[in-house]
């Protein structure tokens, strides 16, 4: 799997010394002083075991939750001192499929769903927002359930359109919270295949974050690699170094 190509490097993300807050207990810090740079053209790999921060570190660095302390940058904005309408347009910037499903709406069609950031930020008409992201709907193969209830989704699909409904607004940045877990081994193919073709089919995303508790199959698609040890995130200046960080602590097996 290929990171999206970029015709120059700029920094999309950015946190500073930032203490990581738990969604459930928002006084408590999942992870502390995470300095952390996503830059276009990076395809990024977060492995953490589970319950160690990754979504609430995902959803920090998309803008959704505020850090205890320090810095969260996005397209060159600090977001500290910015109101909601100033976050906004920054945040519609970033697509985040959340695992477990995608958090659809029951009482929308699978199409509703998808077209829902079209039609509520930008005011379009239903008829025309589902027009707008049917192409995407029959790349991602739910077409046939266009007009169906999320129920009626087979359910290991249901992440494919929490993939859809984070692509409907072009963004530039795409946090992938192991929206995966569960699948079968089919499906986790299908997933690779299609974040590999994702920049011919959704070019504007310039970089790609996935967050895992295994680093197996994922690890050889990734440029740059990061690890939720003992409250920190470690990154390293390039995959393989990653690698052999993991092996090195007994993850792998052994370094590439």
Not at 44 to 54: N, V
Not at 104 to 120: G, K
Request: glycine content about 6%; charged content about 15%; hydrophobic content about 45%.
């Amino acid at each position: 799997m290929s990171a999206p190509p970029s015709s120059a490097k700029e920094v999309l993300c950015e946190l500073r010394r930032a203490d990581i807050a738990s969604p459930r207990a928002p006084s408590v810090a999942l992870l502390q002083q995470v300095d952390w740079a996503i830059t276009s053209g990076e395809r990024w790999l977060i492995l953490s075991p589970p319950g160690a921060g990754k979504s609430a570190l995902l959803q920090t660095a998309a803008g959704i939750q505020r850090p205890l302390q320090g810095e969260v940058w996005l397209f060159g904005q600090c977001l500290h001192h910015l109101r909601e309408p100033e976050l906004l347009p920054l945040r519609q910037k970033v697509g985040l499929v959340f695992e477990g499903g995608g958090r659809l709406f029951p009482e929308l069609t699978v199409a509703q769903n998808v077209a829902l950031p079209q039609a509520y930020h930008h005011s379009k008409p239903w008829a025309e927002a589902i027009a707008q992201i049917t192409p995407l709907l029959d790349w991602l193969e739910l077409g046939p359930y266009a007009s169906e209830a999320p129920v009626r989704l087979p359910r290991a699909w249901l992440p494919r359109a929490g993939l859809a409904r984070a692509l409907a607004l072009q963004p530039r940045l795409l946090f992938l919270d192991h929206p995966w877990r569960g699948a079968d081994p089919q499906e986790r193919q299908w997933w690779q295949s299609k974040l590999s073709a994702l920049p011919s089919h959704v070019p504007s995303v310039a970089a790609l974050v996935l967050a895992v508790d295994e680093p197996e199959p994922w690890l050889s698609g990734c440029s740059r690699l990061a690890v939720v040890h003992q409250r920190q995130l470690a990154t390293f200046p390039s995959a393989a170094e990653g690698h052999a960080w993991l092996a090195a602590h007994h993850l792998l097996a052994s370094p590439p």
